[in-house]
């Protein structure tokens, strides 16, 4: 196998610091076994998976299991054949069980003993061979569903809203692709085909009884069904309650435990481990409650159905003794009897565990379809067209937008950008200024009023056109486990490695990165924890120059950087915005001084707008602000 030289991917990096530090790479001596075994993996080809905003889920709120198998109708057809065959070939068993003592051993006969015998064998062994055919088939069919499924969830995820990650617990979401996809999985595989074989092993021997005696099986009938009826509503009432309640909170458990681990850093800054492991006590606690639950119902209602069972075996022993003496019965005839009704229970016994299988499948389609059934807040217009190239000129008209309905953030806002205009906004905080920001790369679409580029509204236009033409830079920017030149290439996955390099060297990064023992290969962890956080901006900004968008939104970082760090991500700035319209938002009054408009928001409005020179000579809000930035900036200087 050879591997991908500098093809950009982060495996090769690490190999490529196999001789250095601090990645040891893989030991030569077990280089060759690592080959041998990846010569023998199977090819996957690269997908062909596409994505557009407007495709929606094909049976989204709708969908059930029956939809799920659909397209492996032929696999599932073959696999009911083949518990048709599994369960027929397994109940010959006391049929044949009945002719070897009543024509064996009573008749005397030895061939019919040897017969017998040989057609037993042989019902062993299809209904071994018929097993183990239905287990690959259906294995096949719930590993294919389940992939199906795993795509189409994690496709939806992409299409949703901002909002929808806002409202819904990352853990919670991760409950979805996880244990819900599994419980699912395990219904296809086993569940399925364990109902159908012991519903038809029910119905068998149902059938089989009536054919041996009437009256005895009539008998039977009367004696349990009741019972077992009865037993069985309450389970089923008792049963879906419980598993309710686990599913719920087993979505807490793992909420509470993503976000403890996501928030590793402040919990241990702030010294909240005790707390924490009383509030995971308290989640965990919830969902043993709901598992003890669980089992109570199941520990009832299994030896329950056990004693109606030998109390139904018991008195049919004690009436087919009577019938057998008679001469209404042969011995043979009764034993089998007995069989088929051990073999009636069987499948009431095993039910338990069904329904398990079957409740926690069932709950986790009504999540999922929950899941795959939600629109996105910002939906595809049916009729939107893609937006020209960009030239940059920004509307709000009237805008008006909040979070929640009755909570306005952005109240009847107009404000003109024009064309290669850099906009800095500044204003307390909470004022509305992302949320400016968020209008315009439509990660939410205003509630009242119109946010326009070069006249288009943007609810009318194609989501990926717009946003292709859109750079964002995020207060935190997020770096992606992988390599630097990944890192840098995101928006442009095609770029060339001189792009990647142009843009470094444009935000002032590229020294940093010449002076790294694998340079662009330099494998970045998780969320870029392993650079400062001002190498993270600057590759933040370094990723929207190589993207070269016609308009800008800059989240600037509230974090406090050395003096020589913000001198450099100023420079990049100073870059980054040449030629083109941007929104600034401004925490620093330094980065806005330098804007060509000021736009000072406060409670949702502009409250003032001008250059910086006319803004402190008009002696408002922003000369306030200036005032006391200058006053601040003097005393730290003393
Ligand atoms: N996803 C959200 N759901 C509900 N309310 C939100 C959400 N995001 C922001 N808000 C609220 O909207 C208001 C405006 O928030 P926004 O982030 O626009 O303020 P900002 O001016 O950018 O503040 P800062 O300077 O602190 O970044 C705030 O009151 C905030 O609490």
Partial sequence: MTWPGGGGNAFAATRAGAGGLPFAGIPPELQDGVDKLLATEPEHPEPTARFAHARKDPDGARLSLRRLVRPYWALAALAGLLVVLETAAYQAGPALTQ????????GHSMTALVVVAVLYLLSVLVTGLASAARVMVTGRIAAS?????RV???TQLQ?????????????????????DIENLQQLVQDGLVQFAIQGLTMAVVTVVLFAYDVKLALITLLLVVPALTAASLWFHSASSKGYLRVRDTIAEVLANLSESLQGVRIVTAHNRQGLNIRRHRQVTGRYLTANVYTAQVNSTYGPSTQVVGVVGQLVLLVLGAGMVADG???IGELIAFLLYLGAFFQPIQQL???????????????????????????????DAVDLPPVQGEITFERVGFGYQPDLP????????????????FVGPTGAGKSTLAKLVTRFYDPTQGRVLIDGHDLRGVGIESLRRQLGVVPQE???????????????????????VWQALRAVGLAEVVERMPNGLDTVVQERGQSLSSGERQLVALARAFLAQPRVLVLDEATSNLDRSSETRIEAALDVLLQGRTALLIAHRLSTAMKADRIVVVDGGRVVETGSHGELVAAGGRYAEMFQTWTDQSESTKM
């Fill in 159 to 179: 299409r949703l809203s901002l909002d929808f990650f806002t409202e819904e617990k990352a853990g919670v979401i991760m409950t979805r692709m996880t244990s």
């Fill in 477 to 499: 920017p997020f770096l992606f486990a992988g390599t630097l030149r990944d890192n840098v290439r995101f928006a442009l996955p095609e770029a060339e490695e001189e792009q």
């Fill in 409 to 424: 953030v952005i109240r009847e806002l107009d404000l003109e950008i024009a064309r290669g205009e850099t906009v800095a």
């Fill in 352 to 382: 338990v565990q069904l329904y398990n299988t079957y409740q926690q499948g069932q709950s986790s389609v009504v999540k999922l379809r929950g899941l795959l059934g939600t629109e996105p807040s910002v939906p595809e217009a049916a």
């Fill in 328 to 330: 209404e019965l042969t």
């Fill in 145 to 149: 569903v389940m992939n199906d499924l």
């Fill in 152 to 154: 189409r969830v994690f």
């Fill in 99 to 106: 002719i070897g003592i009543d024509q064996g051993i009573t």
